[in-house]
């Protein structure tokens, strides 16, 4: 939810592109309503809002590229890669600076994981998904930025303009602005909306459990979980509260990416630390898996120091050092929280409860479609 409060952020700020005197809390509670009408329906909603969410970006950043090559600008040439003072013309730290908002650009990628429980065929189209997360960084991360750079060197770009409007610009694009004005826009809107998606989720799952209030389990007559995600989209209210804050939109911004850059890089660092014990307490299940993770021995190990490497590049910059100092106040509440919760006698039945659940699922499962990887599941206690 801190990344659908950045996003709704960010919404307010796109939407007085045009509407300059319109006030800022019209856009964010706007923004928060649609997402609810959205979701709350039924789940096909959230799939097809994020398919067209995500052409309108696909396609313009396709159009970037193309407009990019066929560019003719005096400056235009890959030499600007690294003329003009090489690959970190102002010093490492600088790229360095970047990694804040890089990794909060990535917060939500393991939501592909998360829609596992409402996929048709999980066994196909979430490795198909999976393998295609790096063809699409390079094609709309990595590509787009070698496009601007080619076109333009780096020194003629402005922090007050965009690089996408100036590169359509040049290419003679009228209204350029508007229509990456509205790009970002439905970006901002999507990221929002697969942030309550996966919240309401996974609220819903600790209900479960017991983690959670029992009245975030209930679904809906088309199976969303109603109450977690108007709990959930209550939430986003703090981004409106955000916008009247001292310092402005820009500040605002900056302290929630980093807050949400860190608490998604601790929610990493549990999937990464539970594949390494899964891998362990269950070798014949790994072994008889389908889809292997490349390097699983050593990678988890290779990404934990990078997030440690991150954590040191948020104290070289003052404004992600001071969000930095806030985030622990949230995990020491989070862990006291924990501690009471796992203290409960209750707790311990309503987790063996759905434990029981669980495995009566799998065993139905498993009369529909035997194999040795069911069966190996099937002898694992059924509390784990």
């Not at 609220?203 to 007559?221: N, Q, T, V």
């Not at 899964?278 to 072994?287: E, I």
């Not at 991150?310 to 910059?317: D, K, P, R, V």
């Not at 409860?353 to 059924?382: C, D, I, W, Y």
């Amino acid at each position: 939810m801190v990344t659908g409060i950045a996003d709704v952020v960010a919404i307010s700020h796109y939407v007085a592109f045009w509407w300059k005197d319109l006030p800022l809390w019209i856009p964010a509670v706007a923004c928060i309503l649609l997402l609810v009408a959205l979701n709350l329906p039924s789940v096909k909603n959230f799939g097809e809002t994020e398919f067209w969410f995500a052409l309108v970006k696909i396609v313009a950043i396709g159009a970037l590229i193309v407009v990019g090559f066929e560019n003719n600008g005096a400056t235009a040439s890959f030499a600007n890669l690294w003329s003009d003072g090489g690959m970190f013309p102002t010093g490492f730290m600088g790229f360095v600076a970047g990694f804040q908002i890089a990794v909060f650009a990535f917060v939500g990628i393991e939501l592909v994981g998360t829609t596992a429980a409402e996929t048709k065929d999980p066994e196909k189209t979430l490795p198909k998904a999976i393998n295609s997360i790096p063809v699409r960084i390079l094609f709309f991360y990595v590509g787009a930025l070698v496009i601007l750079m080619a076109v333009q060197p780096w020194k003629l770009f402005s922090a007050a303009e965009s690089p996408f409007v100036g590169m359509f610009a040049m290419a003679g694009l009228a209204g350029a602005a508007g229509v990456i004005n509205f790009v970002v826009l439905t970006s901002a809107t999507s990221s929002a909306n697969s942030g309550i998606y996966s919240t309401s989720r996974m609220m819903h799952g600790l209900a479960e459990e017991g983690d959670a209030p029992k009245g975030f389990a209930k679904l809906s007559r088309t199976k969303v979980p109603r109450n977690a995600l108007l709990f959930s989209c209550m939430f986003l209210l703090a981004g409106v509260a955000l916008l009247y804050a001292e310092g402005g939109v820009a500040e605002a911004f900056t302290l929630v990416t980093t807050i949400s850059a860190l608490c998604f890089m601790f929610v990493w660092s549990i999937i990464l630390i539970s594949y390494l014990v899964y891998r362990k307490r269950r070798p014949q299940l790994h072994a008889a898996s389908k889809f292997k993770m490349p390097g699983g021995t050593f990678m988890p190990y290779v990404v934990l120091a990078f997030f440690g490497f991150i954590l040191w590049a948020l104290t070289t910059q003052a404004d992600t050092f001071s969000a930095l100092l806030f985030t622990p106040i949230w995990f020491v509440g989070l862990g006291i929280g924990y501690a009471i919760l796992r203290s409960k006698p209750k707790h311990a039945e309503l987790r063996a409860m759905h434990g029981a659940k669980v495995a009566q699922e799998r065993m139905l499962a498993a009369s529909f479609n035997a194999g040795p990887t069911v069966e190996a599941e099937l002898k694992e206690p059924a509390g784990r």
